[in-house]
C-alpha cells in the first residue's frame, strides 16, 4: 500500500508528536504514581485526586500510545508490522531500538491490564505486576532517544532532559524523604483528627 | 427486595491512607491515627456511586461492598 | 509445683484443690496437689481407648450437644455447634489442641497437660472421631516446658493403642498467639498472627480446622464416658459442668481450682485463702474487668451472671487484689504489656493501645493532663471493634471497668499524684514481652 508523499509526512508528523505526547504522559503518570506511594497530600490537593490524576493520565497515554502505533504502521515509509509493536526485536527497522518501544508497551499493557482486574486479582498480585512501571518507562524513554527521528533535536533533548529529571527527582525525594518508621502524631484535642505518616 | 450492601474495612490489610474518608465522608470518618471509622449504615442508591469510588480509590482494597446478608458479626 | 509457680509466681503453693462441691473433682478427679501426671494405664481404668480413626462416628456430636458444652477457651462458644461445622465440610478435617494459654494470669492448660494429658488426649481423638478427622496437632506454649515434657511422654506411652496421627508442636509466646486463626495461621508456616480467615471452614492445609481449647477437651472426654446428663448435674443451664480456674493475687494459696460453673466467687477466693480485705477482683484474667469488692461479693462465676456486672468469665483467671493495692498502677502496667503484644496489622490497635498504655502511665505517675480520663474513654471508644481479633476489645473492657472500680484512686492520682499503693510490689503476674512471631 502507497501513500502520497504528503500524507506520508503528515503520518510522520503525527508519528512523532504522538511519541512526544506520550512520553510527557508517561513521565506525569509515572510522577504522580510515586507521590501516591509516598502519601504526600496538601489541604488543596487531597489524595484521591493524586490518585484520579494517575489513573486517568494513564489511560490518557494508552490512547496516544495507540496514535503513535498506529500511525506508524500505516505509514509505509519504513517496513513496521503490527506485529512488531507487540513483539520486541523482530521488526528488519532498527529492530533494537524498535523493540524497546514494544518492550514498554507490553509492560504498560501489564500494568493497565493488571490495574484494570484489580479488585478480582487481589492487591499483591496487582502490586508484583505494578512495579514493571518503573522499568517501562526507562525504556520507553531510551525507544525514544535511540530511535525517535526528532531525538538529536534541541526541543526533544529539552523535553527529555526534563522528563528524567522529573522522574529522578520524584524517585530521591520518594527514598529520602518520608519517614522510614510509622508516625501517629496523638491528637491533642478531642475531635481533631490527626496527620500520620507513613514510610514504605 | 432491594440488594442492601454494606461498606466494611479489612483491618489487616488496611494502612491508613485515608482516601474512603475523603471520598465519602457521609460514611467514614478518620480516628486519631488517621484508619477508618467506617458506619454500617447501609449504602442506598444515593450513595452508591460514590461507595464504588470509594472503593476503587483504596490503594490496598481493603474497603469492600458487600451484601449485608453476607456480612459477618 | 514448677509450673503454676512459674505462671504465678515463687510464693505459689500446691494450689490444686477443690472449691468444696458434692460432685467434684471432675478433672482433677485423680490429680494430685503436686500436679503430678496420671500415667496412661491408671487412667485407662477409668476412661476406654478412643476409637480408631476411619469414617465419622454418628452420635459423638448430637452427645455433646445434648451436655450443653460450652469452649473453655474464653469465648464460650457452643462445643457441639462447632463439631457440627467442622464435620459438615467436604475435606477431611484435622483437630487442633489449643494449649497456648496466653493469658499469664491462667495456668489451668498448663497444669491440664501436665497432670492428665491423657484426658486431654482422650477428648481430642474422641473429637477427631466425631467429625472423621485423622490428624491432631496438640499446640502447647513453647514456654512451658514441664507441660510439653508431660504431652510428649504421654505420646510415647500411648504409642501401642492405634489413633490418629498426633504431633506436638511449641509455640511463640504472645498473647494473641492462641487466638484461631493465629494458631491456623502459624501451623501453616506462618507467623503466630491473626487472619481474616475461617479455621472451620479452610484451615490447616485447607482442610476444615477444629480449634478447642486444652480444658474443652478434657471435658469432652468426660461426656462420652460419663454421659451428658451427668455433665449437667453441675453448673447452670445456660453453662452446665464444672470449670477450672486459677486463683491468684492475694490469695493464701494460689493455684488451679476446680469450681462449679456459677460458684459463688466469694466461695472460691475464700478456699484459696482471701485477705483480710479485698479491693477489687479481675475476673476473666487480662482480657476481664475489674469487680469492685462489694460486687465480687455477690458475684457468681458464669457469663449469665456476670455481664450484668459488665463481665464474663473468660479463660476462668481470677486475681484478687488487696486493700492497700492502687488499682490504677496494676492496670496501667497490664495495659502496657498489652500494647506491646499486638501482631502490628491493624492501625487502631497497634497505635489505639500504645495511646492508651502511656496515658494509664501518666495517670500512674501522677503525670497526667486534666483531660487525660476523657482521653482515655475517647480513645477505648475508638480501638473497640475495629481490630481483626479481639486483643483490642480485652485492653477497652480492662480499661472501662478500671476507670469505673477504681474511679476514687483515679481522681486522686489526678489531682494528688501517686497515692500510696501505687509503690508497692504488683500483684499481676508480669510476663516478658518482646518473644518472637515464630
Request: glycine residues 12%; positive net charge.
Amino acid at each position: 500500500m502507497s501513500a502520497t508523499l504528503a500524507s506520508t509526512r503528515a503520518l510522520w508528523y503525527l508519528t512523532r508528536g504522538s511519541g512526544a505526547a506520550t512520553l510527557v504522559l508517561l513521565t506525569a503518570t509515572v510522577v504522580l504514581g510515586i507521590t501516591n506511594s509516598a502519601r504526600w497530600a496538601s489541604p488543596h490537593w487531597p489524595r484521591f485526586v493524586t490518585e484520579r490524576l494517575h489513573r486517568n493520565l494513564s489511560l490518557l497515554v494508552l490512547v496516544f500510545l495507540a496514535l503513535h502505533v498506529a500511525t506508524t504502521v500505516v505509514d509505509g515509509y519504513v517496513p513496521i508490522r503490527w506485529l512488531d509493536a507487540v513483539v520486541p526485536f523482530g521488526s528488519s527497522y532498527r529492530p533494537l531500538w524498535l523493540g524497546l518501544g514494544a518492550v514498554a508497551l507490553d509492560l504498560l499493557l501489564a500494568v493497565l491490564v493488571t490495574s484494570l482486574l484489580r479488585a478480582r486479582l487481589g492487591h499483591r498480585a496487582w502490586r508484583a505486576v505494578h512495579w514493571l512501571a518503573y522499568a517501562c518507562w526507562p525504556v520507553a524513554l531510551v525507544h525514544g532517544l535511540g530511535t525517535g527521528s526528532d531525538a538529536g533535536r534541541a526541543w526533544m533533548l529539552a523535553v527529555d532532559a526534563v522528563a528524567a529529571a522529573a522522574v529522578l527527582a520524584a524517585v530521591w525525594w520518594r527514598l529520602g524523604a518520608a519517614p522510614s518508621v510509622p508516625v501517629a502524631a496523638v491528637a491533642p484535642h478531642p475531635g481533631e483528627v490527626a496527620r500520620h505518616g507513613h514510610g514504605r | 427486595m432491594a440488594l442492601t450492601r454494606r461498606l466494611r474495612v479489612d483491618p489487616i490489610a488496611c494502612d491508613g491512607h485515608g482516601l474512603c474518608a475523603q471520598l465519602l465522608p457521609e460514611r467514614v470518618t478518620l480516628d486519631d491515627w488517621g484508619y477508618p471509622i467506617v458506619d454500617p449504615t447501609p449504602i442506598g442508591r444515593d450513595l452508591a456511586d460514590h461507595a464504588r469510588r470509594a472503593v476503587s480509590a483504596c490503594p490496598v482494597l481493603a474497603l469492600k461492598l458487600q451484601a449485608a446478608a453476607a456480612t459477618r458479626r | 509445683m514448677g509450673m503454676v509457680a512459674d505462671r504465678l509466681g515463687p510464693d505459689a503453693r500446691a494450689g490444686v484443690a477443690t472449691a468444696g462441691s458434692a460432685g467434684l473433682p471432675r478433672l482433677l478427679d485423680g490429680v494430685d496437689g503436686y500436679g503430678a501426671t496420671v500415667p496412661l494405664a491408671r487412667h485407662r481404668t477409668v476412661y476406654p481407648a478412643p476409637p480408631r480413626p476411619g469414617r465419622p462416628l454418628d452420635g459423638v456430636v448430637a452427645v455433646v450437644e445434648r451436655s450443653g458444652l460450652r469452649g473453655r477457651g474464653g469465648a464460650s462458644f457452643p462445643t457441639g455447634t462447632k463439631l457440627r461445622a467442622v464435620r459438615q465440610g467436604r475435606r477431611t478435617p484435622v483437630v487442633v489442641v489449643n494449649g497456648s494459654e496466653g493469658e499469664p494470669a491462667s495456668a489451668k492448660d498448663k497444669l491440664l497437660l501436665t497432670a492428665a494429658p491423657h484426658l486431654v488426649l482422650d477428648g481430642a481423638l474422641l473429637a477427631a472421631a466425631a467429625v472423621g478427622a485423622d490428624e491432631v496437632v496438640v499446640c502447647v506454649d513453647g514456654g512451658a516446658p514441664a507441660a510439653l515434657g508431660a504431652v510428649e511422654r504421654a505420646l510415647l506411652e500411648r504409642r501401642a493403642e492405634p489413633a490418629a496421627t498426633v504431633r506436638l508442636a511449641a509455640l511463640p509466646s504472645r498473647y494473641v498467639a492462641g487466638e484461631e486463626t493465629a494458631l491456623v495461621h502459624w501451623l501453616e508456616g506462618g507467623p503466630a498472627t491473626p487472619t481474616g480467615s475461617r479455621p472451620f471452614q479452610r484451615g490447616v492445609g485447607g482442610r476444615p480446622t477444629l480449634v478447642d481449647n486444652v480444658e474443652t477437651l478434657a471435658h469432652l472426654a468426660q461426656v462420652l464416658r460419663f454421659g451428658p446428663e451427668w455433665f449437667r448435674q453441675l453448673g447452670t443451664a445456660e453453662q452446665p459442668g464444672s470449670a477450672l480456674v486459677t486463683l491468684s493475687g492475694a490469695v493464701g494459696a494460689p493455684g488451679v481450682y476446680e469450681a462449679a460453673v456459677g460458684a459463688a466467687l466469694s466461695e472460691l477466693v475464700g478456699v484459696a485463702g482471701a485477705p483480710d480485705g479485698v479491693a477489687a477482683v479481675l475476673v476473666g484474667g487480662y482480657f476481664g474487668s475489674w469487680l469492685g469488692a462489694a460486687t465480687a461479693a455477690r458475684a457468681r462465676l458464669d457469663n449469665q451472671s456476670l455481664r450484668p456486672l459488665g463481665a464474663a468469665m473468660g479463660c476462668g483467671a481470677v486475681v484478687v487484689l488487696p486493700d492497700g493495692a492502687c488499682g490504677v498502677a496494676e492496670t496501667a502496667r497490664v495495659l502496657g504489656w498489652l500494647a506491646g503484644e499486638p501482631a502490628g496489622q491493624c492501625g487502631p490497635c497497634v497505635f489505639g493501645l500504645a495511646a492508651v498504655a502511656r496515658a494509664a502511665a501518666e495517670l500512674r505517675d501522677g503525670r497526667a493532663r486534666p483531660d487525660t480520663v476523657e482521653r482515655l474513654r475517647r480513645w477505648a471508644g475508638q480501638v473497640e471493634g475495629r481490630g481483626a481479633c479481639r486483643l483490642p476489645d480485652g485492653a477497652v473492657r480492662l480499661l472501662r471497668s478500671a476507670l469505673d472500680v477504681f474511679a476514687d484512686d483515679v481522681q486522686w492520682h489526678l489531682h494528688r499524684g501517686p497515692c500510696a499503693g501505687a509503690g508497692r510490689p504488683s500483684v499481676l503476674p508480669a510476663p516478658r514481652g518482646g518473644q518472637p512471631w515464630r
